[in-house]
C-alpha cells in the first residue's frame, strides 16, 4: 500500500524541521507553466523566479538561518563559477551569517568573479582540487583548535535538511495540478549536480505516495549516482518523520550530457538554449539546458512531462 501524506501534512513537516527560518514559510509559490517546444510540450516549474540561486534559495533558507541562530560562520566550496558559492555569500550577508569559500579555479580564468567573490565573503582560491581540499580541512581544523563556531556547508548545499526542504516544492506542485484538475505527470525532469534537488524531489513525492520517475540529468559529472541520491532522499524522509524508502533502482540518472564535463555546454543544450530565448525563455547552459537536451531525445514518447527549472546562472 503506498504511503501519502497531505501535501499541507508534507508542508508542516518541512517546516517544523526549520523553526530558526520564517523566511522559508513566506517563500512565494513558484510558478506552474506550460512551454511548447518544436520537440513538443511539457509542463515546467519555475523555481528560478524564486529569486536568485532559484530551487537553492530553499535550500539556504533551510540551513543558514540555523547557522545565524547558533552564532556560527560557514564554509563552504565549489568551483570559481559555482552558482551554490555565490548565491550563499550572498544570501548569507543579507541574513547576517558570516560566509567563507574555498574555490576551485585560477583567478586569470575569471578576474571579475573573483573579485565579486571577495567582496562579498573572504575567499581562498586553488588550482587543484588536492590544495582545495587540504586548505578546507586545514581550516576547519584550526577553527575547532580555536574554539571558532564553524560549520562546514557541502557542496550544492546539500544536507538531509536542506534536500527535506526542496520537498516544500512538490507539495506545491502536486497543489498546483489539483487546482487545474489534472494529474501530476508521471515523468519529471531535473538537472543533476550534487543530487541533493533530485533527492529532495524524489523524498517529497515518496511522501505523497505520488507514482513518478524523476529524471536526473547529470550535468557536470559522474560520480553522483543513484546510490548517492537514494541515500540523501532517505536522510530526508527520515528527517520528516516518513518511513517509506527510496530504493537505488528507483533512481534514474542520465551521463549522456555531461560531455566534457563542469562548466562545459554541449551542442544539444546550446541549441535547445537558442530556441527557448527566441520564445523568452532563459535557461543556464550547464544545468537546465543540458536537462531539457537530454529530455529532446524522449519527447516524443506520449508521456507527459514536468520540468523542473531550479535556476540560471548566478552572476
Known amino acids: 500500500m503506498a504511503f501519502g501524506l497531505t501535501t499541507g501534512e508534507l508542508r508542516a513537516r518541512v517546516l517544523a524541521l526549520c523553526p530558526e527560518s520564517p523566511e522559508l514559510a513566506s517563500l512565494a509559490v513558484s510558478p506552474l507553466e506550460r512551454w511548447e517546444l518544436s520537440?513538443?510540450?511539457?509542463?515546467?516549474?519555475?523555481?528560478?523566479?524564486?529569486g536568485e540561486g532559484g530551487?537553492?534559495?530553499r535550500k539556504l533558507l533551510a540551513e543558514l538561518p540555523v547557522a545565524r541562530a547558533e552564532g556560527r560562520r560557514v564554509l563552504t566550496f565549489g568551483y570559481l563559477d559555482s552558482n551554490h558559492a555565490l548565491a550563499t555569500a550572498r544570501l548569507g550577508a543579507k541574513r547576517g551569517v558570516p560566509v567563507e569559500l574555498q574555490l576551485l579555479g585560477k583567478e586569470a580564468e575569471d578576474p571579475a568573479r573573483a573579485a565579486l567573490f571577495r567582496s562579498l565573503a573572504p575567499t581562498e582560491l586553488h588550482a587543484t582540487t588536492l590544495g582545495l581540499g587540504l586548505a578546507t580541512f586545514g581550516r576547519l581544523l584550526v577553527?575547532?583548535?580555536r574554539g571558532e563556531r564553524l560549520s562546514r556547508f557541502p557542496p550544492g548545499g546539500t544536507t538531509a535538511r536542506s534536500t527535506a526542504a526542496v520537498a516544500l516544492a512538490v507539495a506545491e506542485v502536486a497543489g498546483q495540478f489539483e487546482a487545474l484538475g489534472e494529474g501530476v505527470p508521471e515523468e519529471w525532469l531535473v538537472a543533476?549536480?550534487?543530487?541533493?534537488t533530485q533527492a529532495g524531489?524524489?523524498?517529497?513525492a515518496k511522501a505523497l505516495g505520488l507514482s513518478v520517475r524523476v529524471n536526473g540529468v547529470a550535468a557536470s559529472s559522474r560520480w553522483v549516482g543513484p546510490r548517492r541520491v537514494s541515500r540523501l532522499a532517505n536522510e530526508a524522509l527520515r528527517l520528516l518523520g516518513v518511513q517509506v524508502r527510496v530504493r537505488p533502482r528507483e533512481v534514474a540518472v542520465e551521463w549522456g550530457q555531461v560531455g566534457k564535463g563542469h562548466g562545459k555546454s554541449t551542442a544539444e543544450s546550446e541549441q535547445i538554449l537558442r530556441e527557448l530565448a527566441a520564445q523568452g525563455h532563459v535557461l543556464d547552459p550547464i544545468f537546465t539546458g543540458k536537462a531539457l537536451a537530454w529530455w529532446r531525445t524522449r519527447a516524443r514518447d506520449g508521456r507527459r512531462w514536468l520540468f523542473w527549472h531550479t535556476g540560471v546562472a548566478v552572476k
Do not use: P, Y
Not at 520537440?39 to 524564486?50: H, I, T
Not at 524531489?201 to 517529497?204: D, P, Q, R, S, V
Open 143 to 145: 577553527a575547532r583548535l
Open 192 to 196: 543533476v549536480g550534487t543530487g541533493g
Open 39 to 50: 520537440d513538443g510540450s511539457l509542463w515546467v516549474k519555475r523555481e528560478d523566479l524564486l
Open 201 to 204: 524531489l524524489m523524498a517529497g
Open 55 to 57: 530551487t537553492k534559495l
